[in-house]
């Protein structure tokens, strides 16, 4: 269930993004977004199939 | 080209008011190229076979040498005329691999032959593992060919939706397929799962982890407003509060099983988008966030059209009454359908724009906004899911990088 409606307007937090961690699901998640920032253009992609 | 009498016209947003010449378009970068049309199995669930369009039924069922030398030749025109240095073409069907792989390595290699050489072209074929042999997979691994698997879990019991014409589960061969992939970890792409709520969600997760795939994408099975997910009741377009969130609440459990594991056992794709979102980087996904949609379509027939979930909304909805034999894929970049997926945040709703997670949510997969008539400017009728779980992985990954300063 979502928040009360009163809650739904709640703003996100801001997250620093870090330069390192010790998270190993979190380094992985960084190391593409370094990869993704060497790129001109970041397009979304299809990702699906009947 | 097959194209429809659309029983469902086109809808007035983006069809008929938006201005597709007011925007810079992006170039395509991905292009789904249709092998066969036909599937070997009948799953109960497809969007494709049992939904409402069945314009597939009019198409050839296999794609003629000639039509792919000519979709070959107009992505090459594509990549040179903006000078791109990598595409993705993805091999798709109904089941591409219904005929042998010939016809999806004959497809790969027009591709590759016909763009310039300093283009790097990563090719996919996206299969069911029924036809996936040894030899096949060999065949494909040998050619530089990756392969992607459509699963429901990891057991049996996950994938009894997926049978053949004659009702035979297509798991037995799928899961054969799954375990030679692990054994080329190289050639394997991953897996797309759609969601089913009568799975147990931390269940499906631990099955996929044993078949190791290097990626795992979870998606919401196809719905819109007219059309509501399995589950849930129908409502007119808009963001309603409270409201349930089974579609949320399954994600969520998942998400907590992946970035509690200790290790990164498999990329999950939707997770990775929202915490890149999060952490302020842009979406490589059509499932969340603003990031421009690069794919187009081209059917067996050499028919140029939008991607194929678009189906699941109305008969006719992915056409684009364009063809490689007669136009460009730049001519299909000025297509309302196919601008309205590359405006960000200007094809947002009302709703969304005024949204505290909008920006990351993006208004979720595009499909998934479709009413009848007044068509695509609506938030997700996954809204609330959406929320639910863009606020749990938020509350998680502050969490964590609080942690780790």
């Not at chain 2, 678009?310 to 490689?324: F, I, K, M, N, P």
Request: a neutral charge; aromatic letters at 6%.
């Amino acid at each position: 269930m979502t928040h009360p409606p009163e809650d739904t307007h709640t703003p996100l937090p801001e997250i620093p993004r870090p330069l390192h961690t010790d998270h190993p699901v979190l380094a992985a998640v960084l190391a593409e977004l370094r990869v993704r920032e060497r790129q001109s253009t970041v397009v979304a992609h299809y990702e699906d199939a009947p | 080209m097959t194209t429809h009498p659309h029983r469902h016209p086109h809808p007035n947003w983006p069809h008929r008011s938006l201005d597709t010449t007011a925007h810079r378009p992006t170039p395509f970068r991905q292009f789904v190229l249709k092998i066969h049309s036909r599937c070997n199995l009948d799953c109960t669930y497809c969007y494709l076979y049992q939904g409402p369009d069945q314009g597939w039924r009019d198409r050839p069922a296999r794609t003629a040498e000639s039509t792919m030398r000519r979709a070959a030749a107009r992505i090459a025109e594509h990549v040179r005329a903006h000078r791109l240095d990598h595409i993705r073409i993805e091999l798709h069907g109904g089941e591409p691999l219904l005929a042998g792989p010939g016809p999806v390595l004959d497809y790969a290699r027009a591709v590759r032959e016909a763009v310039p050489a300093d283009c790097r072209v990563t090719a996919t074929v996206q299969t069911n593992g029924t036809r996936l042999t040894a030899a096949v997979l060999e065949r494909l691994a040998a050619a530089g060919v990756r392969v992607g698997l459509s699963l429901d879990g990891g057991l049996g019991a996950h994938n009894a939706r997926r049978v053949d014409h004659a009702g035979r589960p297509a798991w037995p061969a799928a899961r054969s397929a799954a375990l030679r992939l692990a054994a080329h970890p190289e050639t394997y792409a991953g897996i797309l799962c759609t969601i089913d709520l009568a799975a147990d969600p931390r269940e499906v997760y631990r099955s996929l982890l044993e078949l190791r795939p290097p990626g795992v994408d979870f998606l919401l099975p196809h719905a819109n407003w007219a059309d509501p997910p399995p589950g849930t009741r129908p409502l007119l377009p808009g963001r309603h509060r409270p409201r349930p969130t089974p579609y949320g609440d399954w994600l969520a459990t998942v998400f907590d099983a992946w970035w509690d594991e200790g290790r990164l056992r498999t990329r999950v794709r939707l997770f990775q988008e929202i915490a890149a979102l999060l952490l302020g980087a842009p979406s490589g996904a059509e499932a969340v966030g603003l990031s421009p949609m690069a794919a187009a379509v081209v059917e067996t027939d050499g028919a140029i059209e939008q991607v194929d979930s678009l189906r699941s909304a109305y008969e006719g909805a992915s056409e684009t009454g364009l063809d490689v034999f007669r136009h460009s894929f730049d001519r299909a970049l000025r297509h309302p359908g196919v601008a309205a997926r590359q405006l960000g945040e200007r094809a947002l709703a009302d709703e969304c724009r005024d949204c505290p997670v909008g920006k990351v949510c993006g208004g979720g997969n595009y499909v998934h906004r479709y009413a009848p008539r007044s068509g695509f400017l609506h938030p997700s009728v996954y809204c609330a899911d959406l929320e639910r779980l863009i606020r749990h992985v938020a509350h998680r990954l502050n969490q964590t990088v609080h942690e780790s300063t």
